[in-house]
């Protein structure tokens, strides 16, 4: 008996349709003009925030989505917010499931979706992005690029074992299409743009 | 039972039927405000549809140079030509681990292969995570719809079934609290799953790596704590680079849900890191009919789906008869070409649930042509012999007449006396249901030949 793989290739083989050209790169859109006002409404459609403020006192500038000094548990990879509970103490990705907030920096935001790229540094930190009720994600002010195809160009093909693209907290509509924010992870999400 | 009878059960209850088309017309026209947005909306679906035509000329070069990458970023590479083979290797990379509780994100793959069941029955614990999936598997219901699993219930239903398998309070009917319950009942089993399992929305030749796209996060929370992740994958869901995932990223959310993007698009490339906590990354690559599929030239586009559902969504049929009707795993438009071809004998009725109206080709993302498709289906299956003994009886009565054009003017004419004299409208009901909820026009006295014969009479005449 053939095994599986050699077999669906003769299967794939035997099938194949005429070649068909190779499509060439895609020559994406412009930035639209007011790239603060689109980034604003697509984040605000996932059921984000957006805030801007200044690099050196951002942390005192900002709405926080829950007071930070009346929260026990915190993982930040952010310069200027404090580990704290279980952020410090965690022995394994699983103690992190009572994490309050989880505050964390991407490379850049994409204009057109609201979304943003980050590659965590560790297991850790995408399990704390997960776990978290609040997840807050700071990005500097310049980094952004009009649509996924830029966004991609500035990705490559990377060899990172992780990355993603996230948009406003995790939501459901699965019972009768009610938007319920907060399905298994965060409950909210806010970005954070820094300026210099 | 056909289409027809399941759907007589759906319209049956008239309140839920209305709401259930209300509720997708709705999401269709929240993706035609997404669409609008981009200026470049029209120019992409071309684009994604000649990417998806390349990379099905190139598979076995594709899959090739995936599985090379994917094994250097660490991956296994499994091999099954069908559903039950697909589910013998899960099931054995499962038990060779001694794991009995595992959580399973969207994947209608794993829906078409029976993989629940299988699992199940070898002993092993099977939760769907995402919350409509958790909702019908609750219910021992199969998804009703590729993007939306239990759109077919109401809130007072998922109320009811969550008292009795959860234990919340009787009568609630408020999405917040029921999902917040759900979201309790499932935190718990993410924590204690040994396993994540997950579908794969697009395999990237370039760098092994695969992109899987929620809402819900549950894909990420299921794969993030295990030591164990198992995706499955289609033949037909490999893309050539990582820059084509742009296209298909732009399209995919926009066309399912009217979202600019998904809360999480996630790119996962070989295991993660081995410290502090090694993770295996097992890729099952499914065929389960795909070849045979892209083996035929009238039907093979259809493997360009991304499983958006825009089609589900705009289809006046699906709409008003529910995903159930279709006794198949992928519903609508869709569902009844590709499950069609898969088993034409069990699906011959599905190419007829359509009015050929075209809107499903009109918003797919991938631009199949698949109300053609299904037009080509109904051909090919009557010449098969898969087709209603009533209807080829009919359809045979009717190419008889048409092949007679004296006697059709004869049956016009006659019929056009009798109707025009009898109770016609209440004699048509009795035997074609579409006219019990509609009125007929005014029967004419002449035909349109009749007509123009006598005009042509009355100038000659002048």
Redo the contacts between chains.
Sequence with gaps: MT???T???R?????????????A??S??PMPIDEMATLRD?LS??GGSLQIAQREDWTERIVWPVPVSGIAHVYSSVAGVSNKGVGISAL???DL?CLDLCVLSADFA?V????VWHRPK??RE??AA??ATHLMIVVDAAELVP???H???R???E????????????????????L?L?????CTMSLILLRD | MGHVDRAREFVADADRTGWHDR?LW??RTKRDRAADL???WEA?RE?AS??K??A?????EL?CEFEENAIR??AVVH???DGH?HNEIIARLLQERRIERVVKSKSMLTEECGLNPHLEACGIEVVD????ER?VQLRNESPSHIV????H???GE?GELFAEKMGSPPGLDD??E???IA?RD??DR??RAQAGLTGINFAVA??GGFVVVT????A??GT??PKLHIASVG?EKII????D???F??LLARSA?G???????????????PS??P?ELHIV?V?NGR??L??R?AF?EALACIRCGACLNTCPVYRRSGGHSYGATVPGPIGSVLETSRDPATHAELPHACSLCGSCSDVCPVRIPLHHQLLAFRGELARAGHQRRSRRAALGLIGWLFARPSGYRWLGRSGRFLARRLPTARLNALVSPWTRQRALPEIPEASFRELYARRRAAENDR
């Design positions: 095994d599986a793989r077999e669906i290739f299967r794939l083989e035997a099938a194949r349709p005429p070649a068909s050209a190779r499509p790169q895609w994406a859109p697509r459609d996932a394994t990705d699983h499931e994409v057109e979706n609201g979304a560790s297991p995408r399990a997960l776990l649509t996924l195809h966004a991609y160009s990705i490559g093909s060899a990172a074992s992780f990355g993603w693209f996230l948009c406003g907290p995790s939501k459901t509509a699965d019972i009768e299409q009610a319920v907060g399905a298994h992870g965060p | 509720a709705f999401v981009v200026p470049d992409l684009r000649e990417i035509r390349f099905l000329g190139q598979l076995p899959w970023a660490g091999w099954a030509r083979e995570t995402d919350l409509g909702i939306m699993p239990a759109i219930l109401r809130r998922i999405p917040t029921l999902t917040a979201r499932l935190r993410f924590l370039e760098t809402n819900e996060g549950n990420d929370l993030a704590l033949l050539p680079r990582q820059a995932l742009a296209v990223l732009r849900t979202q600019a993007i998904t809360a999480y698009t996630s790119h996962f490339r070989g295991p993660r890191p502090p906590d993770q690559v065929d070849s045979h892209l083996g030239p093979r």
